[in-house]
Nanobody
């Protein structure tokens, strides 16, 4: 089991910006999918965004236009930039890694595809 190391998150007012980072195991593989998921209290985990080394990326509808995912490079971790944050974005955010393949259509809806997970980081957005 590989543990991904997350950082970032915290508390921000509505309309603010936060960036989460996720450090994968090194060296990165030629094919992988890095995803971000979130889970709010009393709600199910939901996919936020995912990205492959081939540049393919996918976003949940609530993330379009506000969140930006970037893949990890040799000298930087993967990131999830979140702007125009809303109170509904309050949740624990997790990064995850699927080392079996690049991202696929079901990557955001099937978290069981991801074998490795970060420890989670709390994001709290106040109104």
């Amino acid at each position: 089991q590989v543990r991904l190391v997350q950082s970032g998150g915290g508390s921000v007012q509505a309309g603010g910006f936060l960036r989460l980072s996720c450090e994968p195991p090194r060296p990165t593989r030629a094919r992988y999918c890095m995803g971000w998921f979130r889970q709010a209290p009393g709600k199910e985990r939901e996919g936020v965004a995912c990205v492959s080394k081939d540049g393919y990326s996918r976003y949940a509808s609530f993330a379009w236009g506000r969140f930006t995912i970037s893949e990890p490079f040799s000298d930087s971790p993967g990131y999830l930039g979140m702007r125009k944050l809303k109170p509904d974005d309050t949740a624990m955010y997790y990064c995850a890694l699927d080392l079996s393949d690049n991202c696929r259509a079901e990557s955001l809806t099937d978290s069981t595809l991801f074998q490795h997970w970060g420890q989670g980081t709390q994001v709290t957005v106040s109104s």
